[in-house]
């Protein structure tokens, strides 16, 4: 069963597409990889997924239901307010620069959504996020500002506080790229045992190695279209494709 | 660990502070208890000057704390007579005598010191009204509804655009003229509604650049975490303006605080139109100087206030 399907998305910004007919699902525990030169258009497409952009045309299913449709960038259907807000919240983002509210605890900051979206009690949502942070490892600063926090725990508790909603895929959006080198591996080790707990997953990265050894799909992107996919053994020693074989050259 | 040291370390540090303290209230004390009796102040003035004004004659007294005095005029002729009681002796204050100015400035005191309240608490619920009002104005100014940003943009084009003293001129005099149920027979609250109104504008303009500063990423945080606009706004990001706020709204309290001596216009009596008073009836322009040390001081208390409050509020940074 697919968590999340596109049919003939499209996405243009005035006069320059960005998305030019992607068709592509995630099926359920499914990791998926997306890689490909910058301005390909992976952040626009992901984030079209959770509707922080509105996309120009084309069909979005979530749960196997038309969750979104639009035509010439007019909605043709959308399903109705709550039934809308609740598939919408099966996505969990975590963005590239963390984004954090600054003026909260971590603890705070976890707590935040589930209990004024999901009018959980601050009992519950605490417990909750007590946990969650127990298993990025970041249990002892539940009471520190995010500022007081390096980027790679900071980023920890973004997938934490995105965690706290329950969603049934995890969104990420090359989490690591604004980490110092060093800082790099705590995050995609908090990642991968996502993954490995059965987590589903569609995540953009130029991290080649987290690709290969977590993803089961890897996803290739390039002037807006997919131009290639497969699993990471035969992507990245056999690729088809001669972009995806020059990109993949260019970074190796 | 810190916290102890810190508490070990404070009274080590205010000693000296606590020392002079005591030394400055037994010293108030005991000028307090040797003041002469109120009665005997007032018994001083000449039966001579309360006979010749008659029913024109005037007394003040004040009652400082370690000292008292009494000033009793003939409202026609202007001739007075000054006691001043202190440590037990009671001194005649001649009107050529060097201290007379001193002794003025105590008289003139009560009433500056009536003004700055009417000066100071004009300005607080008039800045406080405003930036109440004004949250309203800026996200009505930022809403993609096209009648609420017209109208709020309109309204701050208006009162930014127009002086704030025709603003107190047409509040005061010119809405009874519009209808007589429009009159605001209180001088207050006439130059409230003037100022606020005003004040609103101003802050709302504060409030929508703070709120435009924070990060793109905090309005998607939050709408990826399911927060409706309204909880976003009051949760994440009017929070987070707060502090960017202080400054700026500090700087309009300041200026409200000195515009509030417009109010002179529609004789209301905060401190520049008691000062004005004063020097007319006292012709003498040595009031102007307490009047504008009050100031200083009102400005420069609201500054630390200021400052204390932006360092509480930058804690997370
Ligand atoms: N809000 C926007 N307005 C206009 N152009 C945009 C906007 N966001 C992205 N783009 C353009 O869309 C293209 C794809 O961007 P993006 O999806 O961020 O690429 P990637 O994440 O693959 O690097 C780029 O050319 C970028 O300049
Ligand atoms: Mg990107």
């Known amino acids: 069963m697919s968590l999340i399907r596109t049919a003939n998305v499209c996405k243009s910004f005035g006069e320059l597409t960005v998305l030019k007919d992607i068709n592509m699902s995630v099926e359920q525990g499914e990791v998926v990889c997306i890689i490909g030169p910058s301005g390909a258009g992976k952040s626009t497409f992901l984030r079209s997924l959770n509707q922080l952009e509105k996309i120009t045309s084309g069909k979005i299913f979530i749960d196997e239901e038309l969750f979104l449709h639009r035509e010439n960038g007019s909605t043709v259907l959308r399903l109705e307010q709550i039934k809308y807000k609740q598939l919408l919240l099966e996505m969990g983002m975590v963005f590239q620069s963390f984004n954090l509210f600054p003026h909260k605890t971590v603890m705070e900051n976890i707590m935040l959504a589930p209990v004024h979206v999901k009018k959980q009690s601050k009992a519950e949502a605490e417990k909750k996020a007590g946990e969650l942070l127990a298993k990025v490892g970041l249990a002892d600063k539940s009471d520190e500002y995010p500022a007081r926090l390096s980027g790679g725990q900071q980023q920890r508790v973004a997938i934490a506080r995105a965690l706290a909603m329950e969603p049934k895929i995890m969104l990420f959006d090359e989490p690591t790229s604004a980490l110092d080198p060093e800082l790099v591996g705590e995050v995609l080790g908090v990642m991968k045992s996502l993954a490995e707990s059965g987590m589903t997953m569609l995540v953009v990265t130029h991290e080649m190695g987290f690709a290969r050894e977590v993803a089961d799909r890897v996803i290739f992107m390039c002037d807006g279209v997919i131009a290639e996919q497969g699993p990471p053994e035969k992507l990245f020693s056999k690729p088809e494709n001669p972009r995806t074989r020059q990109f993949l050259n260019s970074i190796l | ?317």
Not at chain 2, 68 to 80: F, I, M, P, S
Not at chain 2, 275 to 302: C, D, K
Request: proline fraction near 5%; glycine fraction near 4%; aromatic fraction near 12%.
């Open chain 2, 1 to 317: 660990m810190s916290k102890i040291k810190g508490l070990t370390k404070l009274p080590a540090k205010y000693i000296p502070l606590a020392v002079a303290m005591a030394v400055i209230i037994a010293l108030l004390a005991v000028l307090a208890i040797t003041k002469p009796p109120a009665q005997n102040v007032k018994g001083q003035i000449s039966p001579a000057l309360k006979e010749a004004a008659g029913t024109k004659y005037s007394e003040t007294y004040y009652n400082y704390i370690c000292f008292n005095a009494v000033r009793g005029k003939d409202l026609k002729t202007a001739q007075e007579e000054t006691y001043v009681g202190f440590v037990g002796n009671i001194f005649a204050v001649p009107d050529k005598s060097p201290i007379a100015p001193v002794v003025d400035i105590f008289f003139w005191l009560p009433a500056l010191i009536r003004g700055s309240g009417i000066t100071i608490s004009l300005s607080i619920v008039s800045v406080l009204a405003g930036v109440f009002a004004s949250v309203f104005l800026a996200l009505g100014k930022i809403s993609k509804v096209k009648l609420l940003n017209k109208t709020c943009s309109a309204y701050i084009f208006f009162f930014r655009g127009t002086p704030l003293m025709m603003q107190l001129y047409f509040v005061y005099y010119a809405l009874p003229q519009i209808h007589p149920a429009l009159t605001i027979n209180n001088k207050f609250l006439a130059a409230f509604l003037a100022f606020a109104l005003n004040s609103a504008a101003y802050c709302a303009e504060i409030i929508r650049a703070a709120i435009q500063s924070i990060d793109k990423g905090q309005f998607e945080a939050s709408k990826a975490l399911g927060l409706s606009y309204g909880q976003t706004m009051q949760l994440v990001i009017i929070p987070q303006s707060i502090r960017r706020l202080i400054p700026p709204v500090a700087n309009e309290f300041i200026m409200v605080l000195k515009d509030a001596s417009l109010v002179s216009i529609i004789a209301l009596s905060d401190l520049t139109h008691t000062t004005r008073s004063i020097s007319s009836s006292s012709s003498s322009a040595l009031v102007y100087i307490p009047a504008m040390i009050i100031y200083l001081i009102i400005t420069a208390f609201f500054t630390f206030v200021f400052n204390k409050l932006e360092k509480r509020f930058s804690i997370y940074q």
